[in-house]
């Protein structure tokens, strides 16, 4: 695809700005997140796609050229490219071999949990600084210095323009402008999910001070960001923090505060927030009926119940979603094509929805029915017309 596509990308990002405003749009917009499974479609190695970046472009160029519907970037790629892992990684990952692991050839990449934070490690954010206990963790865990960070945080950036430049070549637009991986999470993942329980509730308040600190310092690096690749838009990622495991009290007085004021200050400067809620978020949702009206983009993967997330936000909040990987992967066409169809009949009759998949599309998904996910979208309106 030598051909770019300038004034195609300049109306998606129209497109995405009438939904987040409950303007309707005709077609919806279509935004699979796509990863590892990019590689099995071009039948290449997880490892050579998560090393090779030239080849990462090249795959997504062909798939937006096979499905031109797919009008939305979603990649992450910046963020799993396999050089980076080893030194400013968000933990220590798993990268299937170079051609073959347990799992073959298309196996995932997985995330390894373990004790990396320690218990001290809150009082390196209280006395200094969130920064300073992020490279403390990067020395301590990759043995990383100061400099090997910063370098990788450069290339890291440079990587992350090279992909929007990439999806704007295609006509497509990017999401996500920049990445906030909530502290709250953070802490949860590298403290091990039960010391952070304990964590939480031995001194919750010395935890929401720390959750704040960090969600100050990321927003405020998360702006710059946003500023350099141009993407007026933010992807805030909260995992393992919803009703499933905490009640409302605690949601409220640790994550809550900090989620409501980073989305606000993000507002406040023009750009989007983009809630990446994984698990089940319905006993949460009423909160985000506090930030200001069509201003936000919050996307499900399946475990909420979208129609439910409808009710109680429609008119309020973009969604996007959220067809589950169970049905990439073991359902049939018949029933790809009639889930879709109810999701843009019904969770997109005011305007305010983008077709996605439920978080991303699983590396063993059916080919057959990641074509009906995406040609969903024109027979839909076909049927109309």
Request: one cysteine or more; a neutral charge.
């Amino acid at each position: 695809m030598g051909q770019t596509y300038p004034m195609e990308q300049a109306y998606q990002e129209k497109r995405i700005t009438a939904a987040i405003e409950h303007r309707p749009i005709y077609p919806v917009s279509c935004a699979p997140l796509i990863e590892c499974y990019a590689a099995r479609y071009a039948n290449v190695s997880t490892f050579d796609f998560l090393n090779n970046r030239d080849l990462y472009q090249r795959i997504f160029k062909m798939l937006r050229a096979d499905y031109r519907v797919f009008n939305i970037r979603r990649s992450l790629y910046f963020l799993h490219h396999a050089p980076y892992q080893n030194i400013i990684g968000l933990m220590k990952m798993k990268i299937p071999a170079a051609m073959y692991d347990k799992g073959g050839k298309f196996s995932e990449f997985q995330f390894i949990e373990d004790e990396y934070m320690q218990q001290k490690d809150y009082a390196i954010i209280l006395q200094h600084s969130y920064r300073q206990y992020l490279l403390e963790f990067y020395k301590r865990t990759y043995a990383a210095s100061e400099e090997d960070v910063l370098k990788a945080e450069r290339q890291m950036l440079n990587m992350h323009k090279k992909e929007v430049a990439s999806a704007q070549e295609c006509g497509q637009t990017f999401l996500y402008g920049a990445h906030l991986y909530f502290p709250a999470s953070h802490f949860s993942n590298l403290r091990k999910f039960s010391n952070f329980i304990h964590d939480l509730y031995s001194d919750p308040d010395q935890m929401a001070e720390c959750v704040m600190i960090g969600t100050r310092e990321l927003t405020e690096g998360c702006l710059k960001t946003a500023e350099e690749t141009g993407i007026p838009r933010i992807m805030i990622g909260p995992p393992r923090l919803s009703g499933e495991f905490f009640s409302n009290k605690i949601f409220e007085k640790v994550f809550w505060p900090s989620l409501s004021w980073s989305a606000k200050k993000i507002i406040a400067k023009g750009v989007t927030p983009v809630f990446h809620l994984d698990g089940n978020w319905i006993r949460n949702l009423e909160y985000f009926k506090e930030l200001p009206p069509k201003k936000v983009i919050i996307e499900l993967d399946s475990y909420t119940d979208i129609f439910h997330a409808k009710k109680i936000l429609g008119g309020h909040t973009c969604l996007c979603g959220d067809v589950p990987a169970k049905l990439f992967t073991f359902g049939n066409t018949e029933d790809m094509e009639r889930y879709c169809f109810k999701l843009i009949d019904t969770i997109g009759a005011d305007g305010g929805f983008i077709l996605g998949s439920g978080c991303t599309l699983p590396v063993t998904a059916r080919h057959e029915n990641v074509s009906a996910f995406m040609n969903s979208i024109p027979k839909y309106y076909f049927q109309l017309a």
